[in-house]
């Protein structure tokens, strides 16, 4: 199984997201996956311009050649695509939202009927990655995902795809905190996470059970809430 990742971090090695998305992977790689993990904050990436050439004058590709040419052989050679990125605005990164908006080259334009009923638009190859979606938020509540949330499953409808796993850290700055009453926390997390790569190879999907746990917080939200406010007052 081929998985890679997109990762839309502007941090890109030093963000949380790469935390996750490095245990995620661990686990992934054990059970047997063959993975690949790209930060699109080292890609030249521009933006859609809107032009439809790559679904009329040449189909299936675009005229910008930039890392998007690369980018997008790898997303449809996949079996699982992992998007991750941080909650910016209540939603995905600026950057992350670009690579997705250069990923229309990969349907045809001509519109159908999906099995719900809703316009969509044709295949352009017989086979789409499944999706995996990892994110972070500086806010602690899950409640902060709603938006990527929904967006992602619209992605995958359109992309002829399905989510296979959904996991998103509220609180994802505790992850880069290095404090000796957080480590066992975050290392209980972190084998989650491990677990949660595995089962994606093994079963096809993050079970309901790995799932749920993922979603817990790694501290009370309180102390959380308390922490940044602390650490804004030091940084400002
Ligand atoms: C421009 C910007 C917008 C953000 N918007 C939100 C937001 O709407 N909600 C939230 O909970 N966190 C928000 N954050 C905080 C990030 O989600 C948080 O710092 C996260 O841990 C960054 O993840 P990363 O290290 O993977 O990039 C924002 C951060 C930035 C820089």
Redo the contacts with the bound molecule.
């Keep these: 199984m081929k998985i890679t990742v997109f990762n839309g ?3 890109g090695k030093k ?4 935390r996750m998305v490095t245990e995620f992977l661990a686990g992934a790689e054990k059970a047997g996956a063959d993975v690949e993990n790209i930060f699109l904050i080292k890609k030249k990436i521009k933006f859609c311009h809107g032009c439809f050439d790559c679904w009329t004058k040449t189909p299936g590709k675009c005229i910008f050649h930039d890392d998007m040419d690369e980018l997008l052989e790898k997303f449809i050679k996949s079996d699982v695509v992992v998007i991750a990125t ?5 939603n995905v990164s600026g950057l992350m939202k670009t690579f997705m908006d250069r990923l229309i080259p990969l349907v045809d334009p001509h519109f159908e009927k999906d099995e719900k009923g809703e316009t969509r638009h044709t295949k352009r190859y017989a086979k789409y990655p499944k999706i995996v979606v990892i994110s ?4 602690g509540e899950q409640s ?1 995902f709603q938006v990527i949330q929904l967006l992602v499953r619209r992605v995958a409808r359109n992309m002829h795809s399905e989510v296979i796993g959904e996991i998103y850290r509220g609180g ?2 505790i992850l880069g905190v290095k404090h000796m009453m957080l480590k066992p926390l975050v290392a209980r997390y972190y084998k989650l996470l491990r677990k949660a790569g595995k089962e994606v190879v093994n079963e096809g999907k993050i079970s309901g059970e790995t799932r749920s746990k993922l979603e817990k917080p790694i501290i009370p939200l309180e102390q959380y809430a308390a922490g940044a406010n602390k650490r804004w007052d030091k940084l400002a």
């Design positions: 971090s502007p941090r963000s949380n997201t790469h941080p909650v910016y605005v209540d972070n938020s500086g806010f902060h994802g700055e």
